[in-house]
């Protein structure tokens, strides 16, 4: 990769931390990683020490009041963010009138991405990748979800204006679309399933498999493969797109 300098967001676990990894195996030498789990990006920076400069900072991402302050100064010491990776979120089930929890997953997926954006711009320039993780649920609906899948359908709105508006500036932004991935924050929501349901972790995860034609969760490895592919001078062409990556269990959606 020519990337040198990158910007991950939820940096400390599953995707995010997975494309910190990859990104330095990449090549990539400055990475700032945001997170609000302190302890998990000081895990992530000590098991990279050596190997490339990588900066935490913690930043619970709901609070964009602070953006400015606490990332201000590491972003006057970059010349230019070669690739942005947006792979924060939250996912809680919601009823129609659940407005509080329809108003932080809102906030979290879509409202501080737009904004977090939109202090990175300066720094974006010819070159520049922006790759936002939404989810399968950015073309299809589910049950209880509304909060969760209105999200991610405007991440890809969001995904398509910034792609059109940065253009002349040579500026990419893409998205990708990942089903079932084994992260810590996918388990954590099959665990509050099973514990109604009375459904075992390892059950849920057979039921989920078998639906999958490829009969296996994607990984956060693979989705961090498609992110560096998009933020590759491979995709020098590709804008505006969004690459499902599910195993087949879309089947095409």
């Known amino acids: 990769m020519v990337c040198k300098t990158a910007l991950v967001t939820g940096a400390a676990n599953g995707i995010g931390s997975a494309t910190v990894r990859k990104l330095v195996s990449h090549g990539v030498t400055h990475i700032l990683a945001l997170d609000r ?4 990006l000081a895990s992530l920076v000590s098991e990279m020490a050596g190997s490339v400069n990588i900066i935490p900072v913690v930043l619970d991402l709901k609070d964009m009041d602070v953006y400015e302050q606490l990332l201000g100064p ?4 970059i010349e230019q963010l070669d ?9 809680d089930e919601n009823a129609l009138a659940d407005h509080q929890v329809w108003d932080k997953v809102m906030n979290i997926n879509l409202n501080a991405t737009r904004y977090l954006l939109s202090l990175l711009e300066n720094k974006l320039g010819q070159g520049s990748s922006v790759v936002v993780i939404a989810s399968i649920l950015a073309k299809v ?3 209880r979800n509304t909060a969760y899948c209105s999200s991610k359908h405007g991440l890809m709105g969001l995904v398509k204006g910034l792609a059109l508006d940065w253009a002349r500036q040579g500026i ?6 990942p089903s079932w991935v084994d992260t810590p924050m996918l388990r954590r929501e099959l665990q509050k399933q099973g514990d109604m349901t009375g459904t075992s972790m390892n059950q849920m995860l057979r ?6 034609p490829l009969r296996a969760l994607v990984s ?19 804008t505006a ?4 990556v599910d195993g087949g269990d879309g089947c095409g959606v």
């Not at 789990?37 to 998990?40: C, H, I, K, L, R």
């Not at 039921?207 to 999958?212: D, F, G, L, S, V």
């Not at 797109?241 to 499902?244: D, K, T």
């Open 207 to 212: 039921q989920i498999k078998k639906r999958i």
């Open 141 to 143: 609906g589910k049950l």
């Open 220 to 238: 956060a490895e693979d989705i961090a493969d498609s992110i560096i592919f998009l933020a590759s001078p491979q995709a020098k062409m590709i």
């Open 74 to 77: 590491y972003l006057n010491d």
């Open 83 to 91: 690739t942005v990776v947006i792979s924060h979120g939250v996912s």
């Open 172 to 177: 990419r932004v893409n998205a990708v679309l």
């Open 37 to 40: 789990d302190e302890s998990g």
């Open 241 to 244: 797109q969004s690459l499902i």
